[in-house]
């Protein structure tokens, strides 16, 4: 950024947003993500660079009468957050003027350094001056949301209000046209949207609506007890763009006839340092064909748009018709019967027409998969429509001519396995697909405590740990007494036997419901994708006592190498060592799914119990 500018040069027809203008965005921007009323007035945060965009956004919100910013979402105040990234000579007090501007409109501001030495997602550690990277922009991203998600986090803020415009829209989708996206990625930006790069940040990401304090049954507090039901999380941030249906023009028009100034950064005009400032150089200094001008792509991004909602609610319509047997979050597996496609009697004389018509279901069809495969999957993107076809022709054959042989099928590191059965539809068990060899098992290590000699003297911490992320679909937290290293990794089949022992000498049937819940929701293979609870000692002659026990031999406290840790629970089944909760304690919670597709499940486990238990009053 450099210093406050005069007013710019702007199209003589561009006129300032209206406060009604701004509220009407603002609320449809809203009702895109939430239509139940909150019950009590939040903050919400801007991102503000201090550029004409944002400072455009913060003072229409300033202007905009507080409680009624939206019907569904009273707001009780704004709070700008600057990021200084700390790349220029004087940053840092740039980003001070900004907040000093922003006070005189009645919004606090406030900055934030940039961390550049944390381990981000998909990234190493950042050594020497961020500016030699040779991906700065992609981790200034990186840096930036990750910043603003830990201070929403901090400040119980779920609403980030960015300063997208329609200039920015136009630029996204021309560029994604110039690399040859198909229509789903010519959409453009969303009005609302989950925060990205923060997908390992609990609270932040998709997670942390979950009261701690107010859990159901599982667990009692964490501890190991029924698998079910368990809890699955929901919350986090979400970034609402406001503004994406106004022009620039219009933004600096804003700011210009309300006196607010902005702060320029000279590295936008480097047309050589970003693919978006190549892409404003070359809008400046040229004239594109009509087809590539911004009436045109804004256009075409609303096509695209339309139709991908258009599809989105048709495959919507067949999971309305799919028969949900069982979803298992204590598994991560799940159990569906598909419906299948007909096409209409009317395309049956025009092979072109029902050609088009069969490749439409295909897509429907692919979008039906893609939902089912994010239920399971650890993987945070999913396989793009166009690499579903084999899948789609095991799942749904009346679409294909010729069909390959019923089998099972591995893809984006889920596993779809029919289940077979004479006079019977297929139905399909689906599950994160088993652990490969050459690939490092997924792992959460929690460092060791000194606790000393005494037992006696290990008391339980009075906090949790913090929440983590395990194979991206758990998140899991831990507390503990005891001297060794505790980690969460997948169940391994050479500690099966022998954590089978020592639940038989538990006396209460344990080792019987373990058998019983495996082979229902994890058989074969699925059962050492689950998540487990080892430790890196022999944890015995600890459990032999009351919990408080006596001296402890030396020779028990010495940890052990990785390979002969000792499994002691499989929190996800409430199964554990006799004994073991009162050194131990692990929660879970599974990763978010899509409410749509919750409730459907859940309403098909709740007519199964219906039918149930009027078959008993019979």
């Given at each position: 950024m450099a210093t406050a500018t005069a007013p710019r040069v702007f199209h003589h027809s561009a006129r300032a947003i209206t406060a009604h203008e701004f509220l009407d965005a603002v609320n449809s921007a809203f009702r895109v993500r939430s239509a139940q009323p909150q019950p009590q007035s939040l903050p919400v945060a801007l991102a503000v660079s201090g550029g004409v965009d944002s400072m455009a956004l913060a003072f229409l919100c300033s202007s905009a009468q507080k409680g009624k910013l939206a019907s569904n979402r009273p707001v009780s105040e704004f709070r700008a957050v600057v990021i200084d990234h700390g790349l220029r000579e004087g940053s840092a007090e740039e980003a001070s003027k900004v907040c000093r501007v922003l006070e005189t409109m009645g919004v606090s501001g406030r900055v934030l350094q940039a961390r550049w030495d944390?381990?981000?997602?998909?990234?190493?550690?950042?050594?020497?001056?961020?500016?030699?990277?040779?991906?700065?922009?992609?981790?200034?991203?990186?840096?930036?949301?990750?910043?603003?998600?830990?201070?929403?986090?901090?400040?119980?803020?779920?609403s980030l209000l960015a300063a997208h415009h329609e200039d920015d829209q136009y630029e996204t989708v021309l560029m994604r046209l110039l690399s040859g996206h198909g229509y789903r990625g010519l959409q453009g930006m969303r009005a609302a949207t989950d925060i990205p790069e923060c997908y390992d940040l609990h609270g932040i990401y998709q997670s942390g609506a979950v009261d701690s304090d107010q859990l159901g049954d599982y667990g009692g507090k964490g501890r190991f007890a029924s698998p079910m039901p368990m809890d699955i999380e929901d919350g986090g941030v979400t970034i609402y763009r406001p503004l994406l249906h106004f022009s620039k023009e219009r933004l600096i028009a804003t700011c210009v006839e309300n006196g607010i100034p902005w702060f320029e950064d000279h590295t936008n005009a480097d047309s050589t340092l970003t693919m978006r400032n190549a892409v404003r150089h070359m809008l400046r200094?040229?004239?594109?064909?009509?087809?590539?001008?911004?009436?045109?792509?804004?256009?075409?991004?609303?096509?695209?748009?339309a139709r991908v909602v258009s599809e989105e609610a048709e495959a919507d319509r067949v999971l309305n018709r799919a028969i949900f047997h069982f979803f298992e979050p204590s598994a991560g597996t799940l159990l569906v019967e598909m419906p299948s496609f007909t096409v209409p009697k009317l395309f049956a004389r025009s092979a072109l027409r029902r050609e088009r018509r069969i490749e439409h279901y295909r897509c429907v069809a692919a979008l039906v998969i893609?939902?089912?495969?994010?239920?399971?999957?650890?993987?945070?993107?999913?396989?793009?429509?166009?690499?579903?076809?084999?899948?789609?022709?095991?799942?749904?054959?009346?679409?294909?001519?010729?069909?390959?042989?019923?089998?099972?099928?591995?893809?984006?590191?889920?596993?779809?396995?029919?289940?077979?059965?004479?006079?019977?539809?297929?139905?399909?068990?689906?599950?994160?697909?088993?652990?490969?060899?050459?690939?490092?098992?997924?792992?959460?290590?929690?460092?060791?405590?000194?606790?000393?000699?005494?037992?006696?003297?290990?008391?339980?911490?009075?906090?949790?740990?913090?929440?983590?992320?395990?194979?991206g679909r758990y998140w899991v937290r831990v507390r503990h007494r005891l001297p060794f290293g505790v980690r969460i990794a997948p169940f391994e089949k050479?500690?099966?036997?022998?954590?089978?022992?020592?639940?038989?000498?538990?006396?209460?049937?344990?080792?019987?419901?373990?058998?019983?819940?495996?082979?229902r929701f994890a058989p074969a293979k699925v059962r050492y994708t689950l998540p487990a609870v080892y430790v890196t000692g022999d944890v015995r002659g600890l459990l032999s006592g009351d919990g408080k026990g006596a001296l402890i031999p030396e020779r028990i406290l010495e940890e052990v190498e990785v390979e002969e840790m000792q499994l002691v629970g499989l929190p996800t089944l409430g199964i554990g060592l006799p004994g073991i909760d009162q050194w131990l304690m692990c929660e879970v919670r599974y990763r978010r799914v899509e409410g749509g597709l919750l409730r459907r499940m859940a309403v098909r486990e709740g007519s199964k119990q219906h039918k149930m238990g009027k078959r008993k009053q019979r």
């Amino acid at each position: 950024m450099a210093t406050a500018t005069a007013p710019r040069v702007f199209h003589h027809s561009a006129r300032a947003i209206t406060a009604h203008e701004f509220l009407d965005a603002v609320n449809s921007a809203f009702r895109v993500r939430s239509a139940q009323p909150q019950p009590q007035s939040l903050p919400v945060a801007l991102a503000v660079s201090g550029g004409v965009d944002s400072m455009a956004l913060a003072f229409l919100c300033s202007s905009a009468q507080k409680g009624k910013l939206a019907s569904n979402r009273p707001v009780s105040e704004f709070r700008a957050v600057v990021i200084d990234h700390g790349l220029r000579e004087g940053s840092a007090e740039e980003a001070s003027k900004v907040c000093r501007v922003l006070e005189t409109m009645g919004v606090s501001g406030r900055v934030l350094q940039a961390r550049w030495d944390e381990k981000m997602v998909g990234s190493k550690h950042v050594t020497g001056s961020p500016n030699e990277l040779p991906n700065m922009e992609t981790m200034a991203r990186q840096v930036r949301y990750r910043a603003l998600g830990r201070y929403c986090r901090g400040e119980r803020i779920t609403s980030l209000l960015a300063a997208h415009h329609e200039d920015d829209q136009y630029e996204t989708v021309l560029m994604r046209l110039l690399s040859g996206h198909g229509y789903r990625g010519l959409q453009g930006m969303r009005a609302a949207t989950d925060i990205p790069e923060c997908y390992d940040l609990h609270g932040i990401y998709q997670s942390g609506a979950v009261d701690s304090d107010q859990l159901g049954d599982y667990g009692g507090k964490g501890r190991f007890a029924s698998p079910m039901p368990m809890d699955i999380e929901d919350g986090g941030v979400t970034i609402y763009r406001p503004l994406l249906h106004f022009s620039k023009e219009r933004l600096i028009a804003t700011c210009v006839e309300n006196g607010i100034p902005w702060f320029e950064d000279h590295t936008n005009a480097d047309s050589t340092l970003t693919m978006r400032n190549a892409v404003r150089h070359m809008l400046r200094k040229h004239t594109l064909p009509v087809a590539l001008r911004k009436p045109a792509v804004l256009q075409l991004a609303a096509r695209c748009k339309a139709r991908v909602v258009s599809e989105e609610a048709e495959a919507d319509r067949v999971l309305n018709r799919a028969i949900f047997h069982f979803f298992e979050p204590s598994a991560g597996t799940l159990l569906v019967e598909m419906p299948s496609f007909t096409v209409p009697k009317l395309f049956a004389r025009s092979a072109l027409r029902r050609e088009r018509r069969i490749e439409h279901y295909r897509c429907v069809a692919a979008l039906v998969i893609r939902k089912l495969l994010s239920v399971v999957t650890p993987e945070r993107d999913l396989t793009p429509v166009g690499g579903l076809d084999y899948l789609i022709s095991l799942m749904f054959p009346s679409l294909f001519q010729q069909n390959p042989p019923l089998k099972p099928y591995v893809i984006c590191s889920a596993h779809f396995i029919p289940q077979i059965s004479p006079g019977k539809p297929v139905r399909w068990f689906i599950t994160r697909a088993p652990h490969v060899s050459n690939i490092p098992r997924p792992a959460i290590d929690f460092p060791k405590l000194d606790l000393g000699q005494d037992p006696c003297g290990w008391e339980m911490p009075d906090r949790w740990g913090p929440w983590r992320m395990f194979d991206g679909r758990y998140w899991v937290r831990v507390r503990h007494r005891l001297p060794f290293g505790v980690r969460i990794a997948p169940f391994e089949k050479h500690h099966q036997k022998a954590f089978r022992e020592a639940l038989k000498g538990q006396g209460e049937g344990e080792a019987e419901k373990l058998a019983a819940l495996l082979k229902r929701f994890a058989p074969a293979k699925v059962r050492y994708t689950l998540p487990a609870v080892y430790v890196t000692g022999d944890v015995r002659g600890l459990l032999s006592g009351d919990g408080k026990g006596a001296l402890i031999p030396e020779r028990i406290l010495e940890e052990v190498e990785v390979e002969e840790m000792q499994l002691v629970g499989l929190p996800t089944l409430g199964i554990g060592l006799p004994g073991i909760d009162q050194w131990l304690m692990c929660e879970v919670r599974y990763r978010r799914v899509e409410g749509g597709l919750l409730r459907r499940m859940a309403v098909r486990e709740g007519s199964k119990q219906h039918k149930m238990g009027k078959r008993k009053q019979r």
